[in-house]
């Protein structure tokens, strides 16, 4: 049987795989269907566009336009010539914490289902989509008729049964000509809390996967070439399997690492008692420019009460503070070693005006105290089916707050954002394994590769995918300009 995987990309709390990261979900299938004797090919949406929308012709843009990041992403296929000879197309969609990327675009329901239904072939669907999928913030999940796919299906199965075949996915990297983030996979479910938006909690039970295979898979990986990691999805690193060992474990077996970071963290577990030499270990083996993402959502206590939340500001602050105190050293790629980056959610449960003073306070805060963070995210919650949010008000906060937003974002942006950049990267820093990623106008847009990578403008239209050396020189609110000095 000739399986094509066709990855519309994904990302969730706990996971992400827009490129250029490459996410569980085609690896393992791949794996699977391979350790099963199939024939598998791998297309991303990017392909399928280029054929179905462009005539298979992609052309470079004129000086005044932007890179068509529609088709940026293709793989060595024709997706025409492997769609003609495949039996049955899985296709992996499903975005659940919405964000802006600068080089992909990830398919949604009504787009995929346009692009195959004319396809004489059998469809399945998978991926969070079987959970629901918004690819806008501030919205309800995609209602889309899905009577085209003759089935949904999770792939999901135990650890267990993944590690018997989970290496043989690893030749997917071979249909990819760019590289790619492999976003790795340490525990599912989550061991905190049942936060209102979330479905981690609604997917899996909290089950962290054994360090030795998470250590198996990175070094599979960097045996075909792979150079850049992020031990991402995940609710919390710091509950992860032997976390110490593991980051030890994979720098001695894979010595030429050019990335490796880490994603979600809770920062209760960063106060533990062992949480310091987490710390520390992550500081020591993992690159420069690493963040951990602590999901705080909202510093208004009311709001943490109404959406069980699991992070108090008390303990967030806290936390702040150990990372500072151990990660705020600039690494040899430019940027400090290691900072804690927050999220901020719009629309949740019991949200008033006081809730954004609140935040804005607890900002102010961290500025006044010389504490670093390096970014902020901020986002109106998308309601998903079966999530205590949607049974316990839904739109409600979010209809009612809507109008104030912009303002909201936008304070936080002037406020905190900017002067922050200014701290964390003074101008004249040296910013170097940047690359340059895509035009818009006369102005070329670059970043680092990493997790949540800040966007440097350089201006002119350099040659893409190069890797050069930045001088920082200016600041926009969430980015930076710089000058290529090697
Ligand atoms: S801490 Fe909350 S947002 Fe994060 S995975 Fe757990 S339930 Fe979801």
Same mark, same amino acid.
């Given at each position: 049987m000739h399986y094509t995987i066709l990855d519309c990309y994904t990302d969730e709390a706990s996971g992400l795989g827009v490129p250029p990261y490459l996410g569980t979900y085609p690896r393992y299938i791949y794996g699977q269907l391979k350790k099963e004797g199939h024939r598998v090919s791998y297309l991303t949406i990017d392909d399928l566009r280029l054929w179905k929308?462009?005539?298979?012709k992609k052309r470079e843009p004129k000086?005044?336009?932007?890179? *068509?990041?529609? #088709?940026?992403?293709?793989?060595?296929? !024709?997706a025409e010539q492997i769609l003609s000879q495949t039996d049955t197309l899985i296709v992996i969609l499903g975005v659940h914490v919405p964000g802006k990327y600068l080089t992909a675009l990830p398919g949604t329901l009504r787009e995929v289902i346009h692009l195959i239904e004319d396809l004489p072939l059998k469809k399945i669907l998978t991926g969070p989509a079987i959970f629901g999928t918004q690819l806008e913030g501030g919205k309800s999940y995609e209602k889309s008729d899905?009577?085209?796919?003759n089935e949904i299906k999770n792939y999901e199965v135990s650890f267990d049964e993944l590690e018997k075949y989970?290496?043989?996915?690893?030749? #997917?990297?071979?249909?990819?000509?760019d590289k790619r983030v492999i976003e790795i996979e340490t525990?599912?479910?989550?061991?905190i809390g049942k936060c209102s938006f979330c479905t981690e909690p609604l997917k899996n039970k909290f089950v962290n996967r054994a360090k030795e295979a998470i250590v198996k898979e990175v070094k599979a990986y960097y045996d075909l070439g792979a150079r850049y990691f992020r031990l991402?999805?995940? @609710? !919390?690193?710091?509950?992860? !399997?032997?976390p110490i060992e593991m980051l030890k474990e994979i720098r001695l077996l894979c010595p030429d690492l050019a990335m490796l970071h880490i994603d979600n963290v809770n920062p209760n577990s960063v106060i533990k008692p062992d949480g310091e030499a987490i710390t520390k270990a992550i500081v020591d083996y993992c690159t420069p420019g690493?963040? @951990? @993402?602590?999901?705080?959502?909202?510093?208004?206590p009311a709001v943490v009460k109404a959406n069980l939340l699991n992070t108090a500001p008390a303990v967030a602050m806290k936390a702040i503070k150990i990372i500072n105190k151990y990660g705020a050293e600039r690494g040899t790629n430019g940027l400090p070693q290691y900072l804690p980056g927050i999220n901020i959610i719009f629309g949740?449960? *019991?949200?008033?005006k006081e809730t954004h003073q609140k935040n804005m306070d607890a900002f102010h805060q961290i500025m006044n105290e010389g504490l670093m963070l390096r970014r902020i995210n901020i986002r109106q919650v998308a309601i998903l089916p079966d999530t205590y949010l949607e049974q316990h008000g839904g739109m409600k906060y979010l209809l009612k707050n809507k109008k104030y937003y912009w303002k909201w974002r936008n304070q936080i942006r002037q406020e905190v954002d900017y002067p922050m950049l200014q701290r964390i990267l003074p101008a004249g820093t040296i910013i170097s394994d940047v690359w340059t990623e895509m035009y818009d106008g006369k102005t070329t847009f670059c970043r680092q590769m990493g997790t949540y990578p800040l966007v440097i403008g350089v201006k002119g239209r350099l040659p893409l995918k190069q890797k050069i050396k930045v001088k920082v020189t200016k600041y926009m609110l969430r980015s930076i300009t710089g000058e290529v000095v090697g």
């Open positions: 929308r462009y005539n298979g000086e005044h336009e932007k890179t *068509n990041i529609l #088709i940026y992403n293709l793989t060595n296929n !024709d899905l009577s085209l796919f989970v290496l043989e996915g690893v030749s #997917i990297i071979k249909e990819i000509p525990s599912r479910g989550c061991n991402g999805k995940q @609710a !919390d690193f710091y509950s992860s !399997d032997r690493n963040i @951990a @993402a602590f999901g705080v959502e909202s510093f208004d949740l449960l *019991n949200e008033t």
